[in-house]
């Protein structure tokens, strides 16, 4: 019998373990950005938001930072043209980008997430020498907006 049992525990096998658990997927940082014009969500000058359909990309985007599993931050930036002195135009910015904040946060968006910061005529878009009056005004339209930069977890 000795025989037997050498022979056997030459065959014998510790039992497999399972496979450990695959590790959680690392959480997905997703990076967005988009340019809302100033001139489709406020008058010329002005800081409060027009109304109807004007609004509905600031809907589309309350829409889809609700829809995101944690928003990690929001940044507003909001920007004048060069028309104007560069304090009314610095206040004017910050007062639009509040304007879009205050708009997310009533349709839901959490506004502890929410930075807002007026940049007046900072990083212009357009040039636009050589025109005057309505042209000018015309010609300036891409600076006045509000950039959002967008971190979401996913």
């Avoid at 940082?29 to 000058?45: I, P, Y």
């Avoid at 509040?98 to 005529?121: F, M, N, T």
């Avoid at 042209?135 to 006045?144: E, G, Q, S």
């Amino acid at each position: 019998m000795g025989g037997i049992a050498l022979a056997l525990a030459g065959c014998h096998r510790e039992a497999s373990k399972p496979a450990p658990a695959p590790a959680p997927a690392a959480p997905v940082v997703e990076q967005a950005h988009q340019t809302l014009s100033a001139d489709a969500l406020f008058a010329f000058g002005k800081a409060t938001l027009k109304t109807g359909d004007a609004n509905s990309e600031l809907d589309g985007l309350a829409e889809k930072l609700k829809q995101a599993s944690r928003i990690e931050s929001v940044q507003l930036l909001g920007y004048t043209d060069r028309i104007g002195g560069d304090k009314a135009n610095e206040r004017l910015s910050l007062k639009r980008a509040e304007a879009v904040r205050d708009y997310l946060v009533g349709h839901g968006v959490p506004a502890d997430a929410i930075k807002v910061e007026g940049r007046g005529a900072a990083d212009p878009v357009a040039d636009c020498p050589d025109l005057k009056g309505r042209k000018l005004i015309a010609c300036l339209a891409p600076n006045r907006r509000v950039e959002v930069n967008i971190s979401t977890i996913d």
